[in-house]
């Protein structure tokens, strides 16, 4: 069964999370080193603050909530890490060149449009801790559906990001979202999903964490993202869905802002 740890790190005030945040990962498993080569903490002020992905060598994807008001230079990307409070031999900490939220993105409460570009000061190295993600629409046919999230999120309501990377199964990625009103869930652009167990749930910190899938649109089973964390109505009932970033819907703005994304160096299937 999956459990929770309590970290006790700083205190939250100090790490300068995103407005009106409240996602966290609640009941998972800590990652191992390559296992999610993918995932990228944001930090603001040393402090992290958010999740996202690697599009390509000088792209990261995020949620526009994550950087909204924010200025490049106070912002940081580290690539390949597992902990937050001990350098990793492998990690790469990048500094920002520029930051490209979605022009509809809505801050109100619908928070519509969620997702945002971050323009890297330099390549990423690829290698065993760092590599892109393809991402695509959920596989509707997958059964189960093989889905998991992954981020640095509290493990408790209002509190602190974790110590260590930790990823859960999420294994309802269809969820009707009746928890949430009209103007909170817009399905063409969002996704609503979550655990029926009741055992997993991402919370504050997560947002702009990504939800991948093993789907088999190809030959092989591959190992996609399908959205990033956005909101959720807090993590203590952790049968409520959570809303994510529905990233299909934004081919043509993420192709024309970011360019193509590479194949990846090593296969992803296993993941």
């Not at 393809?134 to 990001?161: K, N, Q």
């Not at 702009?208 to 190809?218: F, R």
């Not at 089973?221 to 809303?243: A, H, R, Y």
């Amino acid at each position: 069964m999956l459990y929770a740890l309590i970290f006790a790190v700083l205190v939250a005030s100090v790490s300068g999370a995103p407005n009106g945040g409240t996602g966290r990962l609640i009941g998972g498993t800590q990652a191992s080193r390559g296992q999610f080569p993918f995932v990228v903490s944001i930090s603001r002020r040393d402090q992290h603050i958010c999740g996202g992905f690697i599009y390509n060598d000088r792209w990261v994807v995020t949620t526009a909530k994550c950087v909204h008001n924010k200025t490049q230079t106070e912002l940081k990307v580290t690539v390949g890490a597992l902990s937050l409070i001990t350098p990793d031999p492998e990690e790469q900490i990048i500094t920002i060149l520029d930051i490209v939220e979605f022009y509809l993105y809505d801050p109100t409460v619908s928070t519509k449009h969620d997702i945002a570009l971050i323009e890297l000061s330099r390549p990423i190295v690829f290698g065993e801790t760092a590599q892109p993600i393809r991402y695509d629409e959920i596989d509707e046919l997958a059964t189960p559906f093989d889905a998991s999230i992954v981020g640095w999120g509290a493990t408790f309501e209002g509190g602190v990001p974790a110590t260590r990377l930790r990823w859960g199964p999420i294994d309802n990625l269809m969820d009707d979202c009746k928890a949430y009103g009209i103007d909170e869930y817009v399905q063409n652009f969002m996704i609503c999903a979550g655990s029926d167990s009741g055992t997993v749930s991402p919370c504050q910190y997560d947002e702009g964490t990504p939800l991948i899938q093993k789907a088999n649109y190809g030959a092989v089973p591959e190992t996609i993202v399908v959205g990033i964390m956005s909101k959720n109505q807090g993590c203590t009932d952790l049968t409520v869905p959570s809303i994510y970033t529905r990233l299909a819907t934004y081919y043509s703005w993420l192709l024309q802002t970011a360019g193509q994304q590479p194949a990846p160096t090593r296969s992803l299937s296993q993941l």
